[in-house]
């Protein structure tokens, strides 16, 4: 399932197409979204877009993990991870 990937810049470029925006103000509008986005997820908030999806933040614990290559058990330290859910409204447009 080889497909394109969009970019900052062509996100960019999509709002100057329909907004009407500069591309100057384009291009900060899409850094300042993804910005407070961001920081949002940092702070531990959870991102909700309406008929898009919400991102969360998860703790995830310590455990033991195993080298495939060697068969080692190795400690995997907690961490903090990126959860996204999509909207059913995302789901069903995906799947039509």
Do not use: C
């Not at 470029?13 to 300042?32: C, F, I, K, M, P």
């Not at 991102?47 to 455990?63: A, E, M, P, Y």
């Amino acid at each position: 399932m080889a497909g394109k990937t969009m970019t900052r810049a062509e996100l960019a470029e999509a709002v100057y197409q329909e907004v009407g925006l500069s591309r100057n103000d384009s291009a900060a509008l899409v850094e300042t979204v993804l910005g407070e986005v961001s920081d949002a997820l940092v702070d531990g908030e959870t991102v909700k877009i309406s008929s898009f999806g919400s991102f969360s933040v998860r703790q995830k614990g310590q455990r033991i993990g195993r080298n495939p290559k060697t068969g080692e058990e190795v400690p995997i330290l907690p961490r903090r991870v990126l959860v996204f859910r999509p909207s059913h409204v995302l789901k069903d447009r995906i799947n039509k």
